[in-house]
């Protein structure tokens, strides 16, 4: 892959979901301590970064009454609603420390859903930079990163999936994606095989 022309596309590493404290993170905190995923992903960010790939910072955000859903929210969304996450100006909302966006990195603004294309202007940005390659990593593994992976895969990008850069509700439900999903609409990689493969 030619690192001019791949981004990886970080979703949702945002406090509430990384971090001690945030309403969602005792939620994904299995998963995440056992593959190490939020080194992982800081470690294939500062590589990546090193080698000229685009960094793309996803997050979600929702005013404090979260106006912008159904009055009637359900299923997922529904538990954002009733756990009070992502609150616009929220340390909750915040992207994780470790993975602060650098200058030269792109926030996407406008996710209110599972999609990372959606509600956004992703794809204009990515065709804009000629990027062909996108990776993902983020939360959940079978929500947000599955809907975006599929999305992606429908406009044509050549999509890789970070197998250990990714964290969901239950072990279960992560082998069900990794092994079941994502080989249907990705390239599904470990970190360190997304670098390797990584060619000026």
């Not at 905190?29 to 800081?42: C, R």
């Not at 072990?171 to 609409?185: G, H, I, L, S, T």
Request: aromatic share 8%; glycine share 8%; proline share 3%.
């Amino acid at each position: 892959m030619n690192p001019k022309k791949t981004a990886l596309v970080l979703i949702e590493f945002q406090n509430d979901f990384t971090s001690e404290g945030g309403t969602l993170h005792q939620a994904v905190k299995g998963v995440m301590d056992s593959s190490n995923m939020l080194a992982n992903t800081v470690d294939t960010v500062r590589q990546a970064r090193r080698q000229g790939v685009t960094i793309i910072h996803a997050p979600i955000t929702f005013t404090d009454d979260y106006h912008e859903l159904s009055a009637t929210p359900y299923g997922i969304l529904k538990g954002v609603v009733d756990s009070q996450s992502f609150r616009k100006g929220t340390w909750g909302a915040e992207i994780v420390d470790v993975l602060k966006p650098e200058a030269r990195d792109i926030v996407i603004e406008g996710k209110r859903g599972l999609c990372g294309f959606a509600s956004t202007n992703l794809d204009f940005i990515l065709r804009s930079l000629g990027i062909t390659d996108v990776a993902l990593g983020g939360f959940l593994t079978n929500c947000c990163v599955e809907s975006t992976m599929r999305s992606a895969y429908e406009r044509g990008y050549n999509v890789i999936t970070l197998t250990d850069c990714t964290a969901t509700l239950s072990e279960e439900e992560q082998r069900m994606a990794v092994e079941k999903n994502y080989p249907m609409f990705s390239h599904p990689m470990k970190h360190t095989e997304f670098l390797a493969q990584l060619k000026s």
